[in-house]
Antibody, heavy 116, light 110 residues
Framework: EVQLVESGGGLVQPGGSLRLSCAAS????????MNWVRQAPGRGLEWVAN????????YYMDSVKGRFTISRDNAKNSLFLEMNSLRAEDTAVYYC?????????WGQGTLVTVSS | QAGLTQPPAVSKGLRQTATLTCGGN????????ALWLQQHQGHPPKVLSYRNNNRPSGISERVSASRSGDTASLTITGLQPEDEADYYCSAWDSSLSAWVFGGGTKLTVL
């Protein structure tokens, strides 16, 4: 059974930092592109960033470029999102997800709240 | 980044058929198809259809996906109360180098 388990969310002040993690099991993690997708309270889904199988290619949504960094550790079947200079508008549930041509699995999410 | 176009709401009766649409362009839906997700209130999204229009194992045969040009569609037959949820489509946009999402369709089963 495929499982993606996110952790690292919490309450942080504006301008602060957080590091999210996603632990994968039940898949050959190193074979998949992986994504972070977020959902602000009461809003729709919004893609944040993704990374290729080897960690060599990374893409970001415009509003997080220069502030967020996606990375992975295939030896530990883990995906990360380093978030700096956090803003109130970054408040959301952050999901770890694969969205392949013939694959697709999502975690349960971790809540990030940016507030003073 | 520009998103995909979904109707905000669709209402259908019990046991009827609902077809949800997702409009894109040649760089996203028209290129590699759309992923379809179902989300019940307070729960994470669940994949209903991969971008190649195949269903993951465990997804009901009442669900099917298709694509015509730059528009993707999700059809749910024999609507049941548990089908009432928000539905999202998503596609990789090769010109933006970004995933784009639709705003979601709230499906109500009357």
């Amino acid at each position: 059974e495929v499982q993606l388990v996110e952790s690292g969310g919490g309450l942080v002040q504006p301008g602060g930092s957080l590091r999210l993690s996603c632990a994968a099991s039940g898949i050959t993690f190193s074979s998949y592109w992986m994504n972070w997708v977020r959902q602000a309270p009461g809003r729709g889904l919004e893609w944040v960033a993704n990374i290729d199988e080897d960690g060599n290619a990374r893409y970001y949504m415009d509003s997080v470029k220069g502030r967020f960094t996606i990375s992975r550790d295939n030896a530990k079947n883990s995906l990360f999102l380093e978030m700096n200079s956090l803003r109130a508008e970054d408040t959301a549930v952050y999901y770890c997800a694969n969205m392949g041509l013939s694959t697709g699995f999502w975690g349960q999410g971790t809540l990030v709240t940016v507030s003073s | 980044q520009a998103g995909l176009t979904q109707p905000p709401a669709v209402s259908k009766g019990l046991r009827q058929t609902a077809t949800l649409t997702c409009g894109g362009n040649r760089n996203n839906v028209g290129d590699q198809g759309a992923l379809w997700l179902q989300q019940h209130q307070g729960h994470p999204p669940k994949v209903l259809s991969y971008r190649n229009n195949n269903r993951p194992s465990g997804i009901s045969e009442r669900v099917s996906a298709s694509r015509s040009g730059d528009t993707a569609s999700l059809t749910i037959t024999g609507l049941q109360p548990e089908d009432e949820a928000d539905y999202y489509c998503s596609a990789w946009d090769s010109s933006l180098s970004a995933w784009v999402f639709g705003g979601g369709t709230k499906l109500t089963v009357l």
